[in-house]
Structure formats: C-alpha cells, structure tokens
C-alpha cells in the first residue's frame, strides 16, 4: 500500500497543470500521478488547432466569446459557467505560457491567432499545428522539476477506494485513493490518498472511427460510475468533420478545423462545395451543422468520405501554420498543390461526463474531476471549437484553489477495507472481436445522427455483449484490454441509456427494460 496526500489520475493538461500548481504552493504535500501509457500519451498530445482565448479587447469581447460557445452548445450551456470560463482564460494562458509553453507570434510580436468553426472572430492562440504536443511536452519538463511530485508511467487505475457512511440521515461516499494495476509486472497496488482527482480524458474509442488515441477509454466515467458519481450529458458525443480518411486506421488523423479557419473548402465528389445548403457560415458553421452536412451528403452518394479542398491556398503560408498536416498528407501520397485531402467525420470530444461543480467537486466527498472526463455545463450539446484545453486549465485551476484551502482540514485515510480482485488469468483471444463489435455497433447506431429505432437496436446488442463479456471475463484477475473492454462498455451504455432520454423521452430502467419517461405522460 501507497500513500500519497494528493492522487491525480492522468497526464493530460488537466492532471498536469492541477499537479503544478498544487505541487509549487504545498512543497509538503506529497503528490502522485498515475498514467496508463506513457506519461506523453493523451488527447492532448494530438491538439491541434490550439486555445480559445479571448486577449484583443478592440474588436473582439469576452460576450462575443460567451456568445459563441451558447450558441454552439444548442441553448443548454451553464450561462454562468460559460461566462466565468471566458473570463479566466487570459489568466490561465499566462501561466502555460510562463511554464514555457510558446504560441506563434506575427511579425509585429502579438500572438498570431487562428479562426475556428462557430468562433466570430480569430482567437485560438495555437503552436503551428501541434499546439497539444507543445502544452504537454512543456507540462511534462517542468513537472519534473518538482521533488514532491511521482509520475508513475504504466500505472492503469482500476476503481477508486471509497467508503459510505450516514451522516445526519444523509448517505455519503467518500473517496480514499484507487486500486491500481501496475503493468509492469500485473500487480495490483494499492495507492490511498486524502484527496483524489481524475482526468483520465476522453472516450472516442468507444467508437469505429475517431481521433482520439488509444488510451481515450471513458476510464474515468467509468470509474466514477461504478463507485455511484453523477454523469451527466454522455448522449452528447462531438464527432470532427474533417478526420483524414483512410480505411481501418485508428486513430485517424486529423485535419484541424484552422484549416477551413484559413480557407479551405469543404467539397463533394463532384467538387461542389455545399455545407451553405445547410448553413449560411458554410464550413465554418459549427462542428454538429458540419458534420451532418457530411453524414447526408455521403447518405446521398454513397461515397465513404467528401474531400477538403486547400488547393487556392497560398501553400507556402500553409506550411508554414500546417506543418504536420502537410507531411501526413505527404506521406499518404496527397499533393496539396493539386489533389483534394479525402475527409470524413469521426468521433472526437466527449461533452458530457462526470458531474462536477464550478471548484471541480465530484458528487464523491474528496473525489474532484476536471478536463475532458468531466461534464462542467461548458459545452451543452456541441463543444466550441478549442474551447477545451481552456475548459481543462480553467478547472485544474479551480481544483488547486479549493484543494489548497481544504486539504488541512480534510481527515487521514481511515482504517479501511480493501477488496481483493480474483486471481484467475483470462484466455484474451476473443478480445479484440469483442471490442471491434461494439465500436462498429456505436458507429452504426449510435454515431452523428441518433433514432429511436437505430437506439433501441444499439441497447439490444450491448445487452448481448454484456452476456458474453460476461460470460468470458466474469470473476477474473483485472487485465488492462478486459478492463478497457468493460470500460467501453460502460461508456458505451451511457451514450445510448442518456440519448434515449434525451431524443425520446424514453429511459431504460434497472432491469434494463425500456420505458416510457414519466415526465412525458
Ligand atoms: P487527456 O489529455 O486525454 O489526458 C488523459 C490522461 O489520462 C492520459 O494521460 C491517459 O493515459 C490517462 N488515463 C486515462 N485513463 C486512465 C486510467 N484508467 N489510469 C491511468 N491513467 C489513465 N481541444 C482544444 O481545445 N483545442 C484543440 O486544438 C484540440 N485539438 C484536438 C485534436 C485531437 C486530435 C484530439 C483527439 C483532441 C483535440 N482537442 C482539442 C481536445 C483536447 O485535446 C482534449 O479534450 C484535452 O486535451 C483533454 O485533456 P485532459 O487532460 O482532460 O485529458
Ligand atoms: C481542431 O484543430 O480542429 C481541433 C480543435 C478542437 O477540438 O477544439
């Protein structure tokens, strides 16, 4: 058994910035990241388009900013998280730049901003195209200039440790650190903490095709599920327009929505640009409109991907901001001086999540969220381009203040009892049909454009899946791809059970039956 004051679950910008802060104002605090890869592997890593900050106060404003990302979120923001979000932006950009993080600048030494789908002015502050790489490599290099902080690669958490108690006829769970599988040698250790936050990121490999890498598992919401948090919003998943296409490869690439930002057009087989058929912002309306201004254009052609069309651009200023895009096309035998980069929709951003409030409070007492695995109110039902690295240092930012307050009055770990996790070694050769089954189910039925019918179907084969995991991987030792397959699987049936709410008004109850939503009658 570990001790540690402080467990953070994740080495994204949100685990990471949480980490830095707390770590240079508590020097005796002892804290300990877990990461289930290595400590660089994240949906950060893969950023692209870079950070909305709103910083010319001229021409732009904090409302436009704040209007934007209502809009985008289809009416069911949280206004006043919206609004406290955009106004902290500027605060939280100065740290990661004095933590070494650098931002392309004009020639004039002002931060050169990018255009984004739904954004009415340039304000993403970006690193060419790798702004991500950028954060996390600069995150990574200055956390290990702290002697208090472990970052322990390999460590894939399984559970939280929590424990219930009454309180004055009120149920509490309290959250005292996770169970652990170290990869290295499959032990399970135990790590117990007085204070424990995950930001485990997102879950789009929930689904077929996606951009996130292979560590973006829901874990988190998972997690949090088991042990009875609050998740909320999971029916709103964000699927990118422009993910590179290429048959079975995963993650896709992706094609950075600052690339319609600078002018590219978004065309059929025929080369016919039409998402203004669709909406008067054409391809940089939102990223929901342009997605299903895809989906239908391929339901009518029956082609497999529309194409990004860059070949007006002047391409040397192209390279310049694109670098990375320009050499994946390169390597996959696209010249963008004269062919059209084939693109299609993938799922990308997880908008809902583990229910936290404004200071990144779980419904777990001691148990704090923040970055993608979280559900803030930010986002509603459509995530504002680049509005989420923001979202994840505002909240790391909001977890440290209160932390830092709290944690002197928060009590030691307790006696407590440990579970012990079966022994038995599983026979893994149907894993991966199993995974590839349920991807490819949520990208048929539970994908851009949800029905009741194509939901229905989706419930009926999770339901059989379950029988069958269950069947093969009950009651055996935690192994990383079984956990990450009963995660998924988790993650899977929150989509389809809260989009069932959602678009019918129907849920699906404890037995999982489906049933009309009482509210409706
Ligand atoms: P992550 O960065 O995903 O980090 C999660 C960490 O948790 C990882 O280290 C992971 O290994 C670890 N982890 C997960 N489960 C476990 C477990 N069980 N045990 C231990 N460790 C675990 N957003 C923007 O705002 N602007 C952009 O330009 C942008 N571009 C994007 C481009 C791509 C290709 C992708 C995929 C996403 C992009 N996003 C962008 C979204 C944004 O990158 C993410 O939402 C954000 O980086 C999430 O940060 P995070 O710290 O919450 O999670
Ligand atoms: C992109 O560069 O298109 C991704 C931006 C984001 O996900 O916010």
């Not at 690669?153 to 424990?163: M, P, Q, R, S």
Request: glycine share 6%; hydrophobic share 40%; charged share 20%.
């Amino acid at each position: 058994m570990i001790y540690k004051d402080i467990l953070i679950i994740g080495s994204g910008i949100a685990g990471l910035s949480f980490a830095l802060k707390i770590a240079k104002e508590r020097p005796d605090l002892s804290i300990c990241i877990l990461t289930k890869k290595s400590k660089t592997e994240s949906n950060t890593r893969y950023a692209q388009g870079g950070i909305a900050v709103v910083l010319d106060k001229i021409t732009d404003s904090y409302q436009q900013h704040i209007d934007d990302t209502l809009k985008s979120g289809g009416g069911l923001c949280n206004k006043k998280i919206v609004r406290m979000v955009v106004k902290k932006a500027a605060a939280r950009l100065k740290e990661l730049i004095n933590w070494g993080v650098e931002f392309d600048k004009q020639t004039s030494g002002e931060f050169s901003t990018g255009l984004e789908g739904g954004h009415s002015h340039a304000r993403i502050l970006h690193h060419k195209d790798i702004t991500g790489f950028e954060i996390e490599k600069k995150l990574i290099l200055q956390i290990s200039q702290y002697s208090n902080i472990t970052l322990l690669d390999n460590h894939f958490a399984l559970d939280i440790i929590t424990t219930e108690s009454i309180q004055n006829n009120i149920h509490i769970n309290t959250c005292y650190g996770a169970y652990v599988l170290n990869q290295q040698d499959n032990s399970i250790k135990i790590f117990t903490s007085r204070i424990t936050l995950l930001a485990t990121g997102g879950s789009g490999q929930v689904y077929q095709t996606t951009t996130n890498p292979s560590v973006a598992t829901g874990d988190g919401v998972a997690i949090a599920q088991r042990a009875g948090a609050k998740i909320k919003d999971m029916q709103f998943v964000q699927f990118h327009p422009t993910a590179f296409y290429k048959i079975n490869s995963n993650p896709s690439f992706l094609i950075s929505e600052a690339v319609r930002g600078f002018g590219a057009w978004l065309v059929n087989k025929n080369g016919v640009r039409f998402v203004l058929d669709y909406d008067e912002r054409g391809e940089l309306a939102t990223r929901d409109i342009v997605s299903k201004a895809i989906y239908f254009e391929l339901l009518k052609s029956h082609e497999d991907n529309v194409y990004l069309d860059c070949r007006h651009l002047d391409m040397k200023e192209f390279k310049k901001h694109f670098p990375s895009i320009y050499n994946h096309c390169k390597k996959n035998g696209i010249d963008l001086y004269k062919d059209q980069i084939p693109v299609a929709p993938a799922a990308h951003y997880q908008c809902g999540g583990i229910s936290i409030n404004a200071k990144a409070q779980t419904s777990i007492v001691n148990l704090y969220a923040c970055g993608e695995c979280s559900h803030t109110g930010l986002h509603g039902s459509n995530r504002l381009a680049s509005n989420s690295l923001l979202e994840a240092i505002v909240f790391s930012h909001e977890a440290y203040l209160h932390i830092f307050n709290k944690i002197d009055y928060v009590n030691k770990v307790p006696h407590l009892v440990f579970k012990k996790y079966p022994a038995k070694k599983a026979n893994l050769s149907k894993i991966n049909n199993l995974k590839k089954e349920l991807k490819a189910l949520m990208n048929l039925y539970a994908g851009i454009v949800k029905t009741s019918e194509g939901l229905i179907l989706a419930h009926k084969q999770l339901l059989k899946l379950d029988l069958l995991i269950k069947e093969k991987y009950q009651n055996v030792a935690p192994n990383y791809e079984i956990i990450e397959l009963k995660n998924l699987m988790s993650v899977a049936h929150l989509i389809v059970n809260q989009s069932f709410k959602y678009i019918n008004k129907r849920k699906i109850n404890r037995n999982n039956e489906i049933e009309t939503d009482i509210n409706q009658n």
